[in-house]
């Protein structure tokens, strides 16, 4: 959305990735500046590129769409203001390609402070096991540069509409309880931390639904309990069939 000063820079990196056998799903979430004209100027050269133009949907609904109309085995994705590293693709295929029990995957990533005006490393845990450890706590993977199969995303159920914010964290910790996941330990991607951000300009909702994810994922490993959405209110019920531990159930609204 309104992503025409990085935009250029995003898609040139992912153009350049040293795997070429990958499609290209753009999606213009209602943009109001260049970016539409940006888009479609790039499918033009490139006939693996598919652009979306739609209304805006919001980033959740957004990437539950592309993802349904993409035909890999694997997903990858990418914000509209960061870099890529030309073998960030590869790196991640190896690693995930290793073993079928390899679910997800990210990289370490330097982050650029549009505020502060400096860049910085951002490293995560990079072992399942150290992964696993943090999960219940705090989002380890970088959304920019995740990269995960489709099939096991399908598995889990995808992206969730009610998480309007932190809906990859939420993902992050469905994915790793029907496989291994890991971080890459390099840095692969460049990820600018903008004024006006979602992550910046939403902080409160972003830890609100954190704090969900957290929760649901911390009572799902450890309780056994299952995350059902209740579509007549918008929300999310966790329960378990237990009649004994019915004073746990928890229901959650957006």
Known sequence: FNGQQYVRYAID?????????????????????????????????????VVLHQMNMGSTNSFIRAIQLSK?????????????????????????????????????????????????????????????????????????????????????????????????????????????VGNIDKNLIRVHIRKDGVTKSNSAQQIHFGAIAATLHYASVRYGYNLVVDKRTNGLVFHKDDKKNRKLVKHYRA
């Open 13 to 49: 990196s992912l153009l350049e990735q040293t795997i070429s056998d990958v499609e290209f799903i753009f999606v213009d979430d209602g943009s109001t500046d260049s970016t539409r004209s940006i888009l479609t100027e790039y499918a033009k050269t490139d006939t693996r590129i």
């Open 72 to 180: 890999g085995k694997y997903i990858a994705r990418q914000d509209a203001d960061d870099i890529s590293n030309p073998h960030r693709f590869e790196a991640q295929l190896d690693w995930l390609q290793h073993s079928k029990k390899r679910v997800l995957c990210s990289t370490n990533e330097i982050l650029l402070s549009e505020e502060k005006g400096y860049e910085y490393p951002n490293k995560f845990p990079i072992s399942d096991r150290n992964i696993r450890k943090s999960l219940p706590w705090q989002n380890v993977f970088s959304h920019s540069s995740a990269m995960y199969r489709k099939d096991s995303y399908i598995v889990v159920g995808g992206y969730r509409s009610f998480f309007q914010y932190s809906q990859d964290y939420d993902l992050w910790c469905r994915l790793s309880q029907v496989g291994e």
